[in-house]
C-alpha cells in the first residue's frame, strides 16, 4: 500500500514489519562525547528499516551490521521495505499514540518526500549528523546535496552515506546509437516500440524517470525547486502529460504493465525483453556485469544535458529506542572503510559522499586504485548532475500519474 506523506492529515497506524519493541528506550545520547556514545551504544539493536529489493545492498548492509556488531557491539537487524513510506507511517502512528519512547524504527533510509514529511511533523531525533567523527570526511564544498535533500536543509537531521545519478544503459551488441534526451527517447521508441520501459511510481525509479523528463520539458527548470503549491503546477505539468501521452502506448507491453524496480528492468535487459534501461549508478550496472547479471558488452551513458543527482541519507526517529546504536552505525557508514567497499562494483557501486583531499593518504590511494568497472562512467562522462525538484513535485507527480496510468500490481 502506498502512503502519500502530505502534511499533517497522514493516516496513521498502517501496518509494517513486526519487530520487538523494548519497554524503555535508553537516554538520547551525548554526541559531544563520542565515547559516552560508544559506550551506550554497546549491546543495543538497531532495527534499520530499508528499502530491500536489491541483493546487493542487502549483502552491503549485511556486512555493515557485521562490523559495528564486532567493533562496538551493536546488533543490526534490517527491516526490510518496499516502501520507505511505510516506515514513516510507523513512526507517525507511534507519535499520534502516544508512544515517544521505545519506538520500533531505530534508523531509516530516506531522502526527499519522506525526509520532508518526517521533518515537516516533528519525527526525526537531532542535529545529530554533523556531529560524529567521520563527517569530518564528507565533501560539502563539492557535493553541497550532502546538507540538502531534494532541495530540504538537512540541519544534522541526516546522514549522507552515498551519491546517486540518473545514468542509461544498452547493449552495444544491440545498438549502435542511444537517444541522447527525452525527446529523442520517444522519437527512438516511434522506431523501436516495445523495447522500453519503466518501473510503476511510486517505485523510487519510475518516479525518478518522471522527474528526469520534467526536468528536461518545463520552460525553466528553476520552478521545480520551489513547492508545487506556489506556482501553477497545472500549467507546468502539462508538458509531462502530453509527452506520457505519446509515450505511454510505446512502451514495453503498450504501458499496460510495468517492472517492479530496478532489478527487474536489469532482468528485462538480460531477457532482451527491452533495449535501454536505467540506474541511479553506473556503479551497479558494472556490479551486474560483475555478478553475470548482463553480459559484459552493456555500457553506461547520460543524456546530452544532464541527468538528475541526488544524495543518499539515514536519519533517525524522535522515539527511536537504540539512538545511540543508530548514530554509531550511521557514522560508520561515513566511514572511508565503508564508503571505499561501497563504491566498489563488486559490492554495490554507488559513488561515495567522501571528499578524497580530505582522508589519509592510504585510502586516497584505495579510492583512487579502485576498478570501477568496465560500465562505469568517470566523472568527466557523467555530464551536469540536474538538481532533484523540491519533493511536493514528487508527490504531486506520483498522485497524478496513478490516476492517469496506474495498474494493479
Same mark, same amino acid.
Given at each position: ?55 546487493? =545492498? ?49 534508523? =531509516? ?301
Amino acid at each position: 500500500m502506498r502512503v502519500f506523506l502530505a502534511g499533517l492529515s497522514i493516516v496513521a497506524g498502517l501496518a509494517t514489519a513486526a519487530v520487538a519493541i523494548p519497554a524503555k528506550a535508553d537516554p538520547a545520547p551525548d554526541i559531544g562525547n563520542w565515547q559516552s556514545v560508544l559506550d551506550q551504544a554497546r549491546g543495543q539493536t538497531v532495527y534499520w528499516h530499508a528499502w530491500g529489493g536489491e541483493p546487493r =545492498i542487502n549483502d552491503y548492509i549485511a556486512w555493515a551490521g557485521e562490523q559495528v556488531q564486532e567493533r562496538y557491539g551493536i546488533n543490526v537487524v534490517q527491516v526490510k521495505l518496499s516502501d520507505t513510506a511505510d516506515a514513516v507511517a510507523k513512526v507517525l502512528s507511534e507519535k499520534t499514540a502516544g508512544v515517544d519512547d521505545g519506538g520500533a524504527v531505530d534508523m =531509516i533510509w530516506l531522502n526527499g518526500e519522506n525526509f520532508a514529511a518526517m521533518k515537516r511533523n516533528d519525527l526525526l531525533f537531532g542535529p545529530w549528523a554533523e556531529q560524529t567523527p567521520n563527517f569530518a570526511y564528507v565533501d560539502v564544498e563539492g557535493k553541497p546535496t550532502v546538507i540538502n535533500d531534494f532541495t530540504i536543509p538537512t540541519m544534522g537531521l541526516e546522514a549522507p552515506w552515498g551519491m546517486a545519478q540518473v545514468s542509461f544503459y544498452y547493449d552495444t551488441a544491440r545498438l549502435d546509437s542511444v537517444p541522447g534526451s527525452a525527446q529523442e527517447l520517444l522519437e527512438w521508441l516511434v522506431k523501436h516500440p516495445g523495447r522500453f520501459t519503466y518501473p510503476q511510481p511510486p517505485n523510487y525509479m519510475g518516479s525518478t524517470f518522471l522527474k528526469q523528463i520534467l526536468t528536461e520539458l518545463v520552460e525553466d527548470p528553476k520552478v521545480l525547486q520551489q513547492p508545487a503549491n506556489q506556482v501553477d503546477a497545472e500549467k507546468v505539468l502539462a508538458p509531462l502529460w502530453g509527452y506520457l501521452e505519446d509515450l505511454q502506448p510505446l512502451l514495453w507491453r503498450n504501458g499496460q504493465a510495468y517492472p517492479q524496480n530496478g532489478a527487474s528492468l536489469r532482468t528485462m535487459m538480460a531477457d532482451n525483453e527491452i533495449d535501454i534501461a536505467f540506474s541511479f549508478s553506473s556503479g551497479e550496472v558494472s556490479s551486474a556485469i560483475e555478478a553475470m547479471e548482463l553480459p559484459d558488452t552493456v555500457r553506461s551513458y547520460v543524456f546530452d544535458n544532464g541527468t538528475l543527482g541526488n544524495t543518499n541519507f539515514v536519519a533517525i526517529p524522535y522515539n527511536a529506542s537504540a539512538k545511540a546504536g543508530a548514530v554509531v552505525l550511521a557514522d560508520f557508514l561515513m566511514s572511508p572503510e565503508a564508503q571505499l567497499r561501497k563504491q566498489d562494483p563488486q559490492y554495490w557501486g554507488a559513488d561515495t559522499v567522501l571528499a578524497m583531499d580530505k582522508l589519509p593518504a592510504d585510502m586516497q590511494k584505495a579510492f583512487a586504485d579502485l576498478d570501477l568497472g568496465i560500465a562505469s562512467l568517470s566523472p568527466s562522462e557523467r555530464g551536469k548532475v540536474l538538481p532533484e525538484p523540491h519533493p511536493s513535485w514528487m508527490e504531486l507527480v506520483e498522485t497524478e500519474w496513478q490516476k492517469r496510468y496506474g495498474v494493479a500490481q
